[in-house]
Every structure is written in structure tokens, then in C-alpha cells.
């Protein structure tokens, strides 16, 4: 089912940029962190990262992508890098020995050249400047390293949690715009980014990952916590808009337990000689 709905319009305010990270982590961790463990796989298994490459993970959040590159690579070979600073202490516990760094894609710190493979997972729409970012994930990245970058399928309703959510959404607010203004949100725009970058030899398609949930009260209670664009937007909405958001995401889902998948978008590209 498409799934082009919105935060933009009718009722729902814009989310504040800033707010929509500033929870803890262990909010992030039950509401979209719980795909990062099978995200982090699909995509790292996507772009070929192996042992004995030098790896920068940009928007690292709490670090679940961190954590499966210094599996991969070793803590001393992976730098990662946030704009919020309690997603950076909890990266660092996570990944000690890892250079994590607090700061923002579009000024990274780090000299021109540095890494075999720069990542982005699930940040690209969040950047203030997407084109500055890729730019400078390009520059930290040695000529003939790889660029690479996903984001979740919200243009073809993949990621099935977003889906069901914005659905229900626009039963209360039927203007909404949902995700799909984000950028890499929909087929094809990140390899789109990546070729005006003037990376070399791109190449793109999608990724799954999954998340299991004990029963609708786990699917249901981390979007009141207000992370990302859909949280931020269940705020914005009165006691009951809310309440028949979250009942007809219940009438949408099985009882007990369930798992629900999810498809990103991903593109990599080849950083060219200077
Ligand atoms: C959806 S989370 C993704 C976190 C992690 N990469 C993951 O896969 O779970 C988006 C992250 O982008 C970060 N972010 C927002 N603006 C950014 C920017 N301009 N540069 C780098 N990261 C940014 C947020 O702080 C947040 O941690």
C-alpha cells in the first residue's frame, strides 16, 4: 500500500529539527532503534565492509550501526559521529575504543581522506543541508573508498511501523504529508544525491531489516516519546486524535506477539581522485 501521508499540513505542526532527537537513548532504542540490529547487517553486508577497512559511521545515533562496524572492522578502526549529545555518550559506552565525536555531517572533523568507507543510516533526510553532507562524507573518504547512505522505504510504504502509522494518521488529518519530503525517502533519490556529489560508479536498491514486538502496547507506547517526525507529529495531535490514531493501528495488527519488516533504501557510491 502507498503511504505518502504528513506532518506538514492540516493540524500537525513541523517538528522542531532539534527536538525530534533530543529524547534519551533508551527511547530510541524501543521506538526505532529496535531495527537497527538487522538493519546494521543488511547494509553493511550491502556496501562490502570488511575487515581491515577504516569506517566512519555519520549520524550515528545510540550506535547500533557502530556497534556492527566495530564487530566488523575493531573498535580502532571505526570513528562515528552525532549532533546529539546523549546519542554520543551512549555510542561511546556502547563502542569503547571507537572515535565518536559530537557534531553534524555537513562539518565533519576529520582530515580529507581519512576513511575506506564512510555510512549514514537513516540520516540523510534529517540533515539541515543533505547536499553539504554527502559532499563532505565524500571528502573524508580516500579516493576509491565507498560512500554509501540508506534511508527507510517511506515513497513505497516498506517500512511497514511508518506505514501503519501515517495510515492511521490520515483518517484525523486526511492532508498530511507524512515522510515522503524527506530526503532518501524515496527510490532512487539517494543514488540520485550521490551521482550530482560526483560519486563514481553508484549503485542502489534496498535492504530489509525487521522488529519483533511482544504485543500492540510495545508497537505502540515508544510513539509517545517523540522521537523522529512521526512521534513529534503524535504529539501535536489532541487526546482524541490520539486515541483513534492508536486505535486503528490496533484493528491493523495481530494480537500477541508480532513481528513487522521494513525496507530501506540504500545506494553506494566511489569516492573519484581529486
Ligand atoms: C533516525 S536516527 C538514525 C540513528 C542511527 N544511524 C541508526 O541507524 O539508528 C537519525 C540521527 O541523525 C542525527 N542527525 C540529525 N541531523 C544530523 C546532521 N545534520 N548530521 C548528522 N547527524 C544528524 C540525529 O541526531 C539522529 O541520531
Redesign the pocket.
Known amino acids: 500500500m502507498r503511504s505518502v501521508v504528513g506532518i506538514d499540513q492540516g493540524n500537525l505542526q513541523e517538528p522542531n ?1 532539534c527536538m ?2 533530543a529524547g534519551p537513548a533508551d527511547h ?1 532504542d524501543r521506538f ?2 529496535r ?2 540490529p538487522s ?2 547487517v543488511a547494509f553493511t553486508d550491502a556496501v562490502g565492509v570488511t575487515a581491515g577497512r577504516r569506517v566512519c ?10 556497534r556492527e562496524l566495530v564487530s566488523r572492522v575493531g573498535p580502532a578502526n571505526v570513528a562515528a ?4 549529545p546523549q ?1 554520543v555518550l551512549a555510542c561511546r559506552e556502547r563502542n569503547p575504543g571507537a572515535d565518536v565525536r559530537e ?4 562539518e565533519l572533523p576529520w582530515p580529507t581522506g581519512t576513511f575506506d568507507i564512510t555510512l ?4 540523510i ?5 543533505p547536499e553539504r ?1 554527502v559532499h563532505e562524507m565524500r571528502r573524508v573518504t580516500r579516493p576509491g573508498g565507498i560512500v554509501a547512505a ?1 534511508m527507510w522505504d517511506i515513497s513505497h510504504g516498506g517500512m511497514t511501523m511508518l506505514r501503519l502509522f501515517w495510515t492511521a494518521v490520515r483518517r484525523v488529518e486526511p492532508t498530511a504529508a507524512g515522510e515522503a519530503r524527506l530526503a532518501g525517502t524515496s527510490e532512487g533519490d539517494i543514488a540520485d544525491r550521490f551521482r550530482r556529489a560526483g560519486l563514481t560508479d553508484v549503485v542502489d536498491g534496498s535492504v530489509r531489516a525487521e522488529a519483533p514486538y511482544t504485543d500492540f502496547d510495545d508497537f505502540w507506547t515508544p510513539f509517545a516519546f517523540g ?2 517526525p512521526s512521534g513529534q507529529a503524535l504529539l501535536s495531535l489532541s487526546d482524541e486524535q490520539k486515541d483513534r490514531v492508536r486505535e486503528t493501528c490496533r484493528d491493523a495488527l495481530p494480537a500477541g506477539s508480532f513481528t513487522l519488516d521494513a525496507r530501506a533504501w540504500y545506494a553506494r557510491g566511489t569516492a573519484p581522485a581529486v
Open positions: 529539527g525530534m532527537f530510541y526505532m532503534g531495527y537497527t538493519l546494521a559511521d555519520v549520524g550515528c545515533g545510540p550506535g547500533g550501526l557502530t559521529i552525532d549532533p546529539a546519542f557534531g553534524v555531517a555537513e549514514s543510516s537513516l540520516v533526510g534529517f540533515m539541515t543541508d553532507g540508506c522521537v523522529g
